[in-house]
């Protein structure tokens, strides 16, 4: 007798332990049989171990979150588990049979566990010494992946059988099959049919054909194993396997299953794809999660309406790239360095219509739209300005332009010596020329004039949330703000004087319908309409003859302001039609000089033209609607005094009524042809 060494015994262990496994589930086999048939009481203790299966008619999976643009078309989608519900009668009948070939033959005649099926495994396993077939139906497949843990022992296979037979009297077939297409796993990242066949074949279930039907059905027994992406020759085996399964049951003919096997499939492309907004929809998340919970977000499908504007949208990432792009080649910047800011919004209502918040959301989530807060420069000059008219002042009263001196313990010779961009001085200056052309010592003198507490007052009501430095150097724009910030600013001289509140999200929907939440917009009026009107009136020069000249071109009454920080370390610019407010920031995230030459209207001013000739194309050219209690006169536009008919290049000043020059002969805009944008541009008048 040959002696039985340690390999020996080695060697043999596998052997008897796969037969060991087979007698088990030989025991398996009778015990279920005998459970069923009239052993009772292990039945009924079992049973009492077993979790309630009454919530399955109220199926509830985590399933997709959709986000929406303002036409209802998807944008992106939040998700633990890629799933997207369809209900029975959505399937086609094609898919449910191709399902039920491959996994479960019998489906529709046993009672939720078959033993035909598991005396098929049992005797195959026999054969091969080995466990190489599973008795499983589609219900019992339900029962595991709802209810229990995926752990591989024999108790939990006996809990799984009585699970599909409990749960096989409680639903119907139709209610079953549609658990099991909605629930189950078909590889990279999708579960069930909806969400695989948009991810496959970027098409709904309802659409597939029976050869994209016969590949999806072939995929639950090993995602991976069968992915067409990863492993296309296994996947058309597996297709060709099920295909022959549907033929033998009759639920095919043989030249519908040549005609199958015959078709070369198109696949969607599994790439990630470029999100036509990251920042924006990032926004969007980070507010919903912070509202609601992570649950709530990635598990309950709720539909998400935004205000995106796609054709802005995409308007706004291309003005930005080229605007930027242009700024690298003047000045020899390695392509990227330099980063940028877009945001547009709707004044009337606080719609966020665009944003981008950066050059590549991917290398930095970090958004320079509502996170980065930059100093402004002169961009915040406007705010001062109309805080200026309010208190009396006109765009006709003139302000020497002339050097000042301040002390200042904290700079080394003690005094501040405030300057102009160009180093020179004017004299005696408008205040509507003062801000044309961004003159630093008028607008310090204003400020000093209206008082520091009352400007940052002022700016605060018109939606400037950052805190402002009490000081003289406020009207130089040093506090640091938000794009956001300066738009919704902005928004209230669009808007005659009322200020809105930006959002991004137009309602929230769950999965039952039940609104969540939508927005409900508030305009409040913050300053006299007729106060918005000047300032706004004033900056419509900005664009004809001043600092943001670039945008004439546009062709449109637009009112805007350039804005240059000290060393050009930040560039800006800022418009607004009646209808639409967008800002433009530009700089080095690490603050550094962009350039000697790379100014507000040479940087920033380009990239807001090349987005509002896109995003208006098409739209009616507006007027700024001018409100009751404005009157016209025309004035010289060097003094701001009243014209004389020997006055060359006069142009019509705007006042509120009763505090014209004296002498003044005033003009009813109801007796003017065309709005006021045009009167300056109108040699007839």
């Given at each position: 007798?040959?002696?039985?060494?340690?390999?020996?015994?080695?060697?043999?262990?596998?052997?008897?332990?796969?037969?060991?496994?087979?007698?088990?589930?030989?025991?398996?086999?009778?015990?279920?049989?005998?459970?069923?048939?009239?052993?009772?009481?292990?039945?009924?203790?079992?049973?009492?171990?077993?979790?309630?299966?009454?919530?399955?008619?109220?199926?509830?999976?985590?399933?997709?979150?959709?986000?929406?643009?303002?036409?209802?078309?998807?944008?992106?989608?939040?998700?633990?588990?890629?799933?997207?519900?369809?209900?029975?009668?959505?399937?086609?009948?094609?898919?449910?049979?191709?399902?039920?070939?491959?996994?479960?033959?019998?489906?529709?005649?046993?009672?939720?566990?078959?033993m035909q099926s598991m005396s098929?495994?049992?005797?195959?396993?026999?054969?091969?010494?080995?466990?190489?077939?599973?008795?499983?139906?589609?219900?019992?497949?339900?029962?595991?992946?709802?209810?229990?843990?995926?752990?591989?022992?024999?108790?939990?296979?006996?809990?799984?059988?009585?699970?599909?037979?409990?749960?096989?009297?409680?639903?119907?077939?139709?209610?079953?099959?549609?658990?099991?297409?909605?629930?189950?796993?078909?590889?990279?990242?999708?579960?069930?049919?909806?969400?695989?066949?948009?991810?496959?074949?970027?098409?709904?279930?309802?659409?597939?054909?029976?050869?994209?039907?016969?590949?999806?059905?072939?995929?639950?027994?090993?995602?991976?194993?069968?992915?067409?992406?990863?492993?296309?020759?296994?996947?058309?085996?597996?297709?060709?396997?099920?295909?022959?399964?549907?033929?033998?049951?009759?639920?095919?003919?043989?030249?519908?299953?040549?005609?199958?096997?015959?078709?070369?499939?198109?696949?969607?492309?599994?790439?990630?794809?470029?999100?036509?907004?990251?920042?924006?929809?990032?926004?969007?998340?980070?507010?919903?999660?912070?509202?609601?919970?992570?649950?709530?977000?990635?598990?309950?499908?709720?539909e998400v309406y935004t205000t995106?504007?796609?054709?802005?949208?995409?308007?706004?990432?291309?003005?930005?790239?080229?605007?930027?792009?242009?700024?690298?080649?003047?000045?020899?910047?390695?392509?990227?360095?330099?980063?940028?800011?877009?945001?547009?919004?709707?004044?009337?209502?606080?719609?966020?219509?665009?944003?981008?918040?950066?050059?590549?959301?991917?290398?930095?989530?970090?958004?320079?739209?509502?996170?980065?807060?930059?100093?402004?420069?002169?961009?915040?000059?406007?705010?001062?300005?109309?805080?200026?008219?309010?208190?009396?002042?006109?765009?006709?009263?003139?302000?020497?332009?002339?050097?000042?001196?301040?002390?200042?313990?904290?700079?080394?010779?003690?005094?501040?010596?405030?300057?102009?961009?160009?180093?020179?001085?004017?004299?005696?200056?408008?205040?509507?020329?003062?801000?044309?052309?961004?003159?630093?010592?008028?607008?310090?003198?204003?400020?000093?004039?209206?008082?520091?507490?009352?400007?940052?007052?002022?700016?605060?009501?018109?939606?400037?949330?950052?805190?402002?430095?009490?000081?003289?150097?406020?009207?130089?724009?040093?506090?640091?703000?938000?794009?956001?910030?300066?738009?919704?600013?902005?928004?209230?001289?669009?808007?005659?004087?009322?200020?809105?509140?930006?959002?991004?999200?137009?309602?929230?929907?769950?999965?039952?319908?039940?609104?969540?939440?939508?927005?409900?917009?508030?305009?409040?009026?913050?300053?006299?309409?007729?106060?918005?009107?000047?300032?706004?009136?004033?900056?419509?020069?900005?664009?004809?003859?001043?600092?943001?000249?670039?945008?004439?071109?546009?062709?449109?009454?637009?009112?805007?302001?350039?804005?240059?920080?000290?060393?050009?370390?930040?560039?800006?610019?800022?418009?607004?039609?009646?209808?639409?407010?967008?800002?433009?920031?530009?700089g080095f995230d690490q603050e550094?000089?962009?350039?000697?030459?790379?100014?507000?209207?040479?940087?920033?001013?380009?990239?807001?033209?090349?987005?509002?000739?896109?995003?208006?194309?098409?739209?009616?050219?507006?007027?700024?609607?001018?409100?009751?209690?404005?009157?016209?006169?025309?004035?010289?536009?060097?003094?701001?005094?009243?014209?004389?008919?020997?006055?060359?290049?006069?142009?019509?000043?705007?006042?509120?009524?009763?505090?014209?020059?004296?002498?003044?002969?005033?003009?009813?805009?109801?007796?003017?042809?065309?709005?006021?944008?045009?009167?300056?541009?109108?040699?007839?008048?």
């Amino acid at each position: 007798m040959t002696p039985v060494t340690r390999a020996t015994r080695r060697r043999r262990t596998p052997r008897r332990r796969s037969l060991l496994g087979i007698i088990i589930i030989a025991s398996l086999v009778v015990f279920v049989g005998a459970a069923l048939a009239g052993s009772s009481m292990v039945y009924y203790l079992l049973l009492k171990e077993l979790p309630s299966i009454a919530a399955l008619k109220d199926y509830r999976p985590s399933i997709t979150t959709r986000v929406y643009a303002d036409n209802y078309e998807l944008i992106d989608e939040f998700f633990l588990e890629d799933r997207k519900v369809i209900k029975y009668e959505d399937i086609p009948k094609i898919a449910i049979q191709a399902f039920v070939a491959a996994e479960d033959a019998r489906f529709f005649q046993h009672k939720g566990f078959d033993m035909q099926s598991m005396s098929r495994a049992f005797f195959k396993n026999l054969e091969a010494g080995r466990i190489v077939q599973g008795g499983s139906t589609i219900t019992q497949q339900v029962a595991k992946t709802l209810y229990l843990s995926p752990e591989k022992s024999y108790m939990r296979k006996i809990k799984e059988a009585l699970l599909a037979y409990k749960i096989d009297t409680y639903l119907t077939k139709e209610e079953i099959i549609t658990l099991y297409l909605n629930h189950i796993y078909l590889g990279h990242g999708t579960y069930g049919i909806e969400a695989a066949s948009q991810v496959y074949f970027g098409k709904s279930a309802g659409d597939l054909t029976l050869a994209e039907a016969a590949m999806l059905a072939g995929l639950p027994k090993a995602p991976s194993n069968y992915s067409p992406y990863l492993h296309p020759e296994r996947a058309y085996q597996r297709q060709a396997y099920v295909l022959n399964r549907m033929q033998e049951d009759g639920y095919i003919t043989e030249a519908q299953k040549k005609q199958a096997l015959g078709r070369a499939l198109r696949f969607r492309s599994i790439k990630p794809k470029d999100k036509i907004a990251p920042y924006f929809i990032e926004n969007v998340r980070r507010y919903i999660q912070e509202k609601y919970g992570s649950d709530v977000l990635y598990k309950e499908g709720l539909e998400v309406y935004t205000t995106l504007n796609i054709p802005m949208q995409k308007a706004a990432r291309e003005a930005l790239e080229q605007g930027l792009r242009e700024l690298e080649e003047r000045e020899g910047y390695e392509k990227g360095l330099v980063q940028g800011a877009m945001l547009a919004m709707d004044p009337k209502t606080g719609a966020v219509r665009a944003m981008v918040g950066g050059r590549n959301f991917n290398r930095s989530e970090f958004n320079r739209a509502t996170q980065s807060r930059r100093q402004p420069g002169s961009a915040f000059k406007p705010l001062i300005y109309t805080g200026a008219f309010d208190k009396g002042m006109t765009p006709s009263t003139v302000i020497v332009d002339a050097p000042i001196i301040y002390p200042d313990p904290s700079s080394p010779d003690g005094v501040w010596k405030p300057k102009n961009f160009d180093e020179k001085f004017q004299g005696p200056t408008t205040l509507r020329n003062g801000l044309v052309h961004s003159r630093n010592i008028i607008t310090i003198k204003i400020l000093q004039e209206i008082g520091v507490d009352y400007a940052a007052s002022y700016a605060a009501n018109m939606g400037i949330t950052s805190p402002l430095t009490k000081n003289l150097s406020l009207a130089l724009g040093t506090s640091g703000v938000t794009l956001q910030e300066l738009v919704r600013a902005y928004g209230v001289l669009a808007n005659e004087g009322k200020r809105v509140q930006p959002f991004f999200i137009a309602k929230i929907v769950d999965r039952t319908g039940h609104i969540f939440e939508e927005a409900q917009v508030k305009a409040e009026q913050v300053i006299d309409p007729r106060i918005a009107f000047m300032t706004s009136y004033v900056m419509q020069d900005v664009v004809e003859s001043g600092t943001g000249q670039r945008v004439k071109k546009l062709g449109r009454p637009v009112a805007g302001k350039t804005g240059t920080t000290d060393d050009t370390r930040d560039a800006w610019f800022m418009g607004f039609t009646p209808s639409l407010v967008a800002g433009v920031w530009v700089g080095f995230d690490q603050e550094r000089p962009l350039g000697k030459q790379e100014v507000g209207g040479r940087a920033a001013a380009p990239i807001w033209l090349y987005f509002a000739e896109k995003a208006l194309q098409g739209m009616p050219v507006e007027v700024f609607p001018i409100p009751e209690g404005i009157v016209f006169t025309k004035v010289d536009p060097k003094t701001g005094a009243p014209a004389k008919p020997a006055t060359r290049g006069a142009i019509f000043e705007c006042f509120l009524e009763g505090t014209t020059p004296a002498n003044a002969q005033t003009v009813d805009p109801a007796h003017l042809p065309g709005a006021a944008a045009k009167f300056d541009m109108d040699p007839n008048f």
